[in-house]
Nanobody, 116 residues
Framework: QVQLVESGGGLVQPGGSLRLSCAAS????????MSWHRQAPGKERELVAI????????DYADSVKGRFTISRDNAENSVYLQMNSLNPEDTAVYYC?????????WGQGTQVTVSS
């Protein structure tokens, strides 16, 4: 059974930082592209960052470039999203995704709220 479990969300003031974690089980983790997506109220889910494979190739949405960093630990079957200089527009539910072999798996999401 495939499971992706996110953690690390919460309430943070503008300008603050958070680090999201996603632990994967039930998949050959190293062979999957891992990504973070987010969905704000009333908006479509959007790709935030992706790390494609064990080589560590990354891409980011323009809105988070220079502020967010995605990384993966293949030994721990985990992917992380370091988020710095957060602003209220970053408020959303953040989802972890694993994609490979024609499959796409999602976590349950973790809420990030940026507010003073």
């Amino acid at each position: 059974q495939v499971q992706l479990v996110e953690s690390g969300g919460g309430l943070v003031q503008p300008g603050g930082s958070l680090r999201l974690s996603c632990a994967a089980s039930g998949i050959s983790y190293r062979r999957y592209a891992m990504s973070w997506h987010r969905q704000a109220p009333g908006k479509e889910r959007e790709l935030v960052a992706i790390i494609r494979n064990s080589w560590g190739n990354t891409d980011y949405a323009d809105s988070v470039k220079g502020r967010f960093t995605i990384s993966r630990d293949n030994a721990e079957n985990s992917v992380y999203l370091q988020m710095n200089s957060l602003n209220p527009e970053d408020t959303a539910v953040y989802y972890c995704n694993a994609q490979g072999y024609g499959n796409s798996y999602w976590g349950q999401g973790t809420q990030v709220t940026v507010s003073s």
